[in-house]
């Protein structure tokens, strides 16, 4: 069976209207992601677990039912897509990259996975993440670490890395994955795919492996898409939120980016794209630069945030089967590289410990919170923001998790244009638009308050459109 590979590059939106109209069969669909990811996961370890045939099957079943007349609705329906490991998936297994998780098999579907197969979809598998989804790296002791198909020797980013790795290399048509620290948009960036982190608690989280415990931490995940379009964005979204936000006049909102700050790094390259983007907008909307409130504070507060509790939950589910002490755990591994912990997992633990903020900041925090989501909720009415994802496009593996984890608090630095989203829970588009001196992915955040969303994929549409998004990665074809 042979189709042309440009189905490869349709986003999922395209692809379900032609297997609603016929055009071609989702067994054909399936079948060519399949042979596509034999072809492109080995040198990008992207899935790490398959159900192929059970994909075909289904497949074979949307065609049958199609072919006698049965009403298909499913928005969905017959669309083969991943699934970051996190989320549970009935008869697939979820370790949180763990070892001593690697037999534990689910007997339910997460929330959201449930939602996204009542619309038709077909999963292929399962994506990579750190350990625990601890890291903006993808790397752990049970599978192994996953590559940037732009170039192998640098970071997809993390925690969702192997959606996007894989996403962009035409292995599936959209993904779902999670975000509590740029998880869905570092990956999304780095790899040269579109995402989407929903506002806080617009979408169940039951059924994600680990689920945070502590409110300021749930108020900071999302479980959003990744995919190739804008649009699949928005589906996606309607579809894990139950929403379906009615249209909107972007001449009703203003745009603003984020200023070129002295005091944050960040590469020539991105800034000459913000510049392009900013010269586009200012002859369609009321655009123009600025800081947004509490935008210099959030990078502190995310990383206060993420210690509140010392990772205490995490350092159970990590060390559940081993009695080592963390900090010998993590020094043996440094030196022998014989321990079943990754250490970007230890080390993050170990960091957690040192900025876990006392009580008193707690209640501090607590209270910054309650009054930033008041001036935020106000500020951000009528207000789209634009900002940079990271300082840089994919480093060097390794990199990335030297900046966001080192004990100079250099996380300070580097964490602010993705804190920010996290912690007062807003929604944020990621969207490829350009390319750096490497020829690697460049991409930039649509950022606004709960209830935005609609101007949130019309600025998104319109940018793409402009700066062409998402481009499949055809290096390893």
Known sequence: MKISTAILDLDATALAEMLRNGTWTSEEVVTTYINHIKKVNPPINALVEDRFEKAIAEAKQFDETKSMGGRITGKLA?????????????NMKTTGCLEHRQDLISRDDAKAITKLRKEGAIILGKTNTPALCYCQETDNK??????????????AGGSSGGEGALLAAGGAAVGIASDIGGSIRFPSHFNGVVGFKPGMHQVTVEGHYPEPT???QQRMLGIGPMGKSVRDMELMNRILTGTNPKPVFLNEYKVELLVEQTTYPLAKSTKNIMRGIEDFLIQLIQTKRGVPPLF????QLWQEIMSIDGSAAVEREAFSNDRSPLIRSYLKERLTNRTKMHPYLSWAILGSKMFKPSKKRAREINDIILRGDEWLNDYLNNRLLIFPVYHTAAPIHGQVFKEIFSIRKTFLD????IAYANVWGLPSLTLPVGKDENDMPVSIQIISSIGNEAAIFRLGSIIEKKFHGYRRCKRLD
């Not at 599978?143 to 940037?148: A, F, K």
């Open 142 to 155: 049970l599978y192994g670490r996953t590559n940037n198909p732009w170039d192998i020797n640098r970071t």
């Open 78 to 90: 017959g669309v083969p897509i991943s699934v970051k490991e996190a989320f549970h998936v009935t």
């Open 414 to 417: 580097y964490m602010p244009y």
């Open 214 to 216: 502590h409110p300021l």
């Open 296 to 299: 210099d504070e959030s990078a």
